[in-house]
């Protein structure tokens, strides 16, 4: 399964952003979804979390300013980002739990995760 991330780039303080991430492949199941971030010279941290039936959660930073959703029919995750701060500024990756199918259709659990898109955020 193989997951591709999309958006962010440069965005003014104050501003919004919306990233996507779509997951492919031969997909049984898509269950977990989240984003992560990580910023020069600092550890992942988990922003916002889904699950299949979604329930969410949120990292306290980003709380009442980001919303993420997904598309269970097209096993995508959004991540909905306003009032955009400077300390926003990092690598997004998207992450996801899947159940697929290998070459000799046997069931396979995993954990995908995308390549990472940045989010700039000038003051």
């Known amino acids: 399964v193989q997951l591709q991330a999309s958006g962010g780039g440069l965005v003014q303080a104050g501003g919004s952003t919306e990233l996507s991430c779509a997951a492919s492949?031969?997909?049984?199941?898509?269950?977990?979804m989240a984003w992560y971030r990580q910023a020069p010279g600092t550890g992942r941290e988990l922003v916002a979390s889904?699950?299949?039936?979604?329930?969410?959660v949120y990292a306290d930073p980003v709380r009442g300013r980001f919303a993420i959703s997904r598309d269970n029919a097209k096993h995508t995750v959004y991540l909905r980002m306003n009032s955009l701060k400077p300390e926003d500024t990092a690598v997004y990756y998207c992450?996801?739990?899947?159940?697929?199918?290998?070459?000799?259709?046997?069931?396979?659990?995993?954990?995908?995760w995308g390549q990472g898109t940045q989010v700039t955020v000038s003051s």
């Open positions: 992450v996801a739990d899947y159940v697929s199918m290998n070459s000799n259709d046997e069931f396979v659990v995993g954990k995908g």
């Open positions: 492949g031969r997909i049984v199941r898509i269950d977990d």
């Open positions: 889904i699950t299949s039936g979604g329930r969410i």
